[in-house]
């Protein structure tokens, strides 16, 4: 089976703990784990914002702060496996280790950060890599990779597709704190430019994106690999 590593924002799963995703998600990445292997990395969105603007407003430095957007992410992870019950391996993986580990008892793997100064971004990317995933997805509250902020620039214009080298250009031109709200960090470029393996970066504010995307090859998104290589599983 192809083993597909999903990043899913904060935003996306729980743009409000009240009114969150979590349940058509669930549904989604129950109906996917009977075609491959999932792993899920789920990230702390507005909450872990707000605990990070809090430690820094009582004089917290960056790696506080981002230990704190950590736990955000992993009481997120924590809510989505409880939503998903059999199907998810019990615990929250806390390292890539664990992971694997996890992955062998067959069911959906859900992670949320692992250590500071990067976004769950590139806890999805390294993971894959270290998995061998065929497909990294990065399900977020955009359509995409634009040529500047879609919210603030109406010029911008979505890349169907760029290479790994063009999507490091655009990262590297943007700057990193925690919190911050880039594309994708640089540690996520990098690893997908050296571990090749493609990434699909689509809209997750509709679950069913997802199950289309991986199930019927059907997406609006951009994608990043190489010319030659097919970014969706067969
Ligand atoms: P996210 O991965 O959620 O960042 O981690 P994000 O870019 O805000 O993503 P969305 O909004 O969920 O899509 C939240 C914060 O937690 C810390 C960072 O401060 C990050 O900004 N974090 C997360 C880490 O320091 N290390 C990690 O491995 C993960």
Same mark, same amino acid.
Request: hydrophobic fraction near 45%; include cysteine.
């Given at each position: 089976?192809?083993?597909?590593?999903? %990043?899913?924002?904060?935003? /996306?799963?729980?743009? %409000?703990?009240?009114?969150?995703?979590?349940?058509?998600?669930?549904?989604?990445?129950?109906?996917?784990?009977?075609?491959?292997?999932?792993?899920?990395?789920?990230?702390?969105?507005?909450? &872990? *914002?707000?605990?990070? +603007?809090?430690?820094?407003?009582?004089?917290?430095?960056?790696?506080?702060?981002?230990?704190?957007?950590? +736990?955000?992410?992993?009481?997120?992870?924590?809510?989505?496996? =409880?939503?998903?019950? @059999?199907?998810?391996?019990?615990? /929250?993986?806390?390292?890539?280790?664990?992971? *694997?580990?996890?992955?062998?008892?067959?069911?959906?793997?859900?992670?949320?950060?692992?250590?500071?100064?990067?976004?769950? @971004?590139?806890?999805?990317?390294?993971? =894959?890599?270290?998995?061998?995933? @065929?497909?990294?997805?990065? &399900?977020?509250?955009? !359509?995409?990779?634009?040529?500047?902020?879609?919210?603030? !620039?109406?010029?911008? /214009?979505?890349?169907?597709?760029? $290479?790994?080298?063009?999507?490091?250009?655009?990262?590297?031109?943007? *700057?990193?704190?925690?919190? =911050?709200?880039? /594309?994708? @960090?640089?540690?996520?470029?990098?690893?997908?430019?050296? %571990?090749?393996?493609?990434?699909?970066?689509?809209?997750? *504010? !509709?679950?069913?994106?997802?199950?289309?995307?991986?199930?019927?090859? $059907?997406?609006?998104? $951009?994608?990043?690999?190489?010319?030659?290589?097919?970014?969706?599983?067969?």
């Amino acid at each position: 089976m192809k083993k597909i590593v999903i %990043s899913l924002g904060g935003s /996306v799963l729980v743009p %409000s703990l009240e009114s969150n995703n979590i349940g058509r998600y669930v549904s989604v990445l129950r109906k996917l784990a009977g075609r491959c292997r999932v792993f899920v990395v789920v990230g702390g969105g507005g909450e &872990a *914002r707000r605990y990070i +603007q809090v430690a820094r407003g009582l004089g917290a430095g960056e790696a506080t702060a981002d230990e704190l957007g950590i +736990q955000v992410t992993r009481l997120n992870a924590r809510l989505l496996v =409880a939503g998903l019950g @059999d199907a998810a391996y019990p615990r /929250v993986a806390e390292n890539y280790t664990e992971a *694997r580990e996890f992955a062998l008892a067959g069911k959906v793997v859900v992670m949320g950060g692992i250590t500071p100064a990067q976004t769950t @971004d590139a806890v999805s990317a390294v993971l =894959a890599e270290s998995i061998g995933a @065929d497909l990294l997805i990065n &399900a977020t509250s955009v !359509d995409g990779i634009y040529s500047a902020d879609p919210k603030k !620039d109406p010029a911008a /214009v979505r890349y169907e597709r760029l $290479t790994p080298e063009g999507l490091l250009a655009i990262i590297t031109r943007e *700057r990193m704190g925690a919190g =911050a709200n880039t /594309v994708l @960090d640089i540690v996520a470029g990098k690893v997908v430019e050296r %571990s090749g393996i493609p990434l699909l970066v689509l809209d997750g *504010r !509709d679950p069913e994106n997802l199950y289309r995307a991986i199930v019927e090859g $059907t997406f609006v998104g $951009t994608i990043v690999s190489e010319e030659h290589v097919s970014p969706l599983p067969a």
